[in-house]
Structure formats: structure tokens, C-alpha cells
């Protein structure tokens, strides 16, 4: 009698990706990825020796899962359903960003200055339903370093643009950067946990901008690197032990309204000195470039989430060759 041959000798024709893989692509946690699939039976990926493998297949669907839950249907509902009805339920032809009006909803592909005028005018009515969920939906559909460059850094530059010029209130100002605070800590909070924290993510004394810290701790954290974030503020003494006590590779520190000369330059100059020659350090924001000088020759100056993004493959290479 023959023996019938193994699945795992005859793998179908295609690309076929780790759940890692499918994260990145995706936008959605392993976590997120795993419960679908079990709990829900959204795909069924195939398996090797070393775990589960999907397909190109499997991806589409999971990208039309994340849309559809983005526009309010629960998975539950929506897991068992085909392709094109989940393309209907996702809005892939029709809807993005509510209009103010709370009229008719309007196609996704829109100018930016037009979702740009949605977002204000859900902080002008201190309306944070309708904001927190374009939002959400924004970064639902966007990987994260698209979502912080094309709809949350517009929108706070705007938002900063606005408050100068008078057409938005100090409350105003701060409903909208409360928010976008919480979207992005829930963001990086969804995020699959690293047991190790390789990049400390931090501002030093008299730097109250969080958002450049935030979104890179985000960036990092989605390329499965671990991200140790402890906010704005952060006493010179406190980055530095705290950067020994973790073992991180990285620290990180933002730098949006400091000058050279002030307590924030020489809080700098103290991590610089102090920490570990091991310990490479970074800095990011619109003030990284003046202040480099203050850091000395070990500090690398990042002023874009995009040239962050580069810096962090480069040092997952570089830990990985290890």
C-alpha cells in the first residue's frame, strides 16, 4: 500500500508569510491576529514545522476584517462573511471621515485639506465621539508611520496653526491634544508586549511634547522592537538610571521648544555624559538639530518619523548580526 505524501512536503504554489510578517502588513497585534482565528475562525492558515504560515489570500482578508471592524461592525458578526461583503461593510468604495454636517457620508478618497477641516471641526464642538472614531478609523486603515505622517502631524500642525491665529481656544487646543493623546497611547498599548526593552522613549526637564515620543515608541513598537516609554518631563537623573536599571540599547529623547542655554540643553548634556558608552542615544524633534552640539558626537539627530523609521532598521539589523 503507498503512503499518501505530507502536507508538508507539497506546500502550494505562493508567498506564504510567519504571523510576524502578517502584523506589519496588516496593522493588527499578533494578538489581534490569533483571537481572529481562533475565536472567530476568520482564515485558516496553513502550519510547518515552525508555526502557522498565511497566504496572500489571508491577508486581503484580514485587511478587509480591520476595515470592517474600523467602521463599526463587530467581528463577530462580520468573520464568517465573504469578500465582497465585507468590502460593502469596510466602505472600500465609499466612506472614510464623516462630514461635520453629520449629513451623508462622503467618498474616502478626499483631499487632505478637506479631512483636515473634519477633524477641527470635531474639536471646535468638542465632539470626542466623532473624532476619537475618525481617528480610529484613520489608523485602522493606515500603517502606522502613513497615519502619522499624513493624518495625525497635519492635524496637530494645524490644530497649533488655528489656536496662533485666534479660530481656536486654548480649550479647544487642549480637547484636541488630550485626544490625540489617547489615540496614540492606545495605539502603542495595543501592541504586542517584548519581553526585552531595547529603546527608552523620553523628554528632559521643560519639554511638555509628548506626541514626537509617542509616535516614535509606536513605530518601534509595531517593528517588534521593545519600547520602554516614560513620557514627558523626565528628570536627567531618572532617564539615566532608569536606561541602567532596563538594559535598554537606546534612549530616545524629544526635543520640540528647547534652545541651546536653557535648563533643558543642560539636563542633555548630563544624560550625554552620564549614560553608558554602550548605550547609543538619539534625539528627535524640531529643536534636535540645535541641540546636537550639546550632546556631543555620540548623539544621532532624527527630525522625521521617516528618518526614524530608517534608524530603526538599521539597528535591527545591527542587533540581529549580533
Known sequence: MSKRPSQKTTPPAGAHYPIRAVSKLTGLGIDTLRAWERRHHAVTPRRDDRGRLYTDVDIDRFRLLRDAVAAGHSIGRVAALDADTLRHLAGRDAVSVAPPSGGPRASRVRPPADELAVLLEAARAFDGDRLEADLGRAAALLQPLEFLETVLGPFLQQVGEEWHAGRLTVGQEHFASGLVRGVLS?????????????????????????????????????????????????????????????????????????????????????????????????????????????????????????????????????????
Do not use: C
Open 186 to 322: 492606545s495605539m502603542l498599548r495595543a501592541q504586542p508586549r517584548q519581553r526585552t526593552n531595547r529603546l527608552l522613549f523620553a523628554t528632559p526637564p521643560g519639554e511638555p511634547h509628548e506626541f514626537g515620543i509617542l509616535g516614535a515608541a509606536l513605530l518601534a513598537a509595531h517593528r517588534g522592537i521593545g519600547a520602554l516609554y516614560l513620557g514627558p518631563d523626565l528628570p536627567a537623573k531618572d532617564m539615566i538610571a532608569s536606561a541602567e536599571s532596563a538594559g535598554v540599547s537606546v534612549v530616545v529623547i524629544g526635543l520640540t521648544v528647547s534652545r541651546p542655554g536653557t535648563p533643558t540643553a543642560a539636563a542633555l548634556t548630563s544624560v550625554s555624559r552620564r549614560l553608558p558608552p554602550s548605550v547609543e542615544l538619539w534625539l528627535g524633534g524640531p529643536s534636535a538639530p540645535q541641540l546636537a552640539a550639546v550632546a556631543g558626537p555620540r548623539a544621532v539627530v532624527l527630525t522625521t518619523f521617516d528618518t526614524f523609521e530608517r534608524e530603526l532598521a538599521r539597528f535591527d539589523v545591527r542587533s540581529l548580526s549580533r
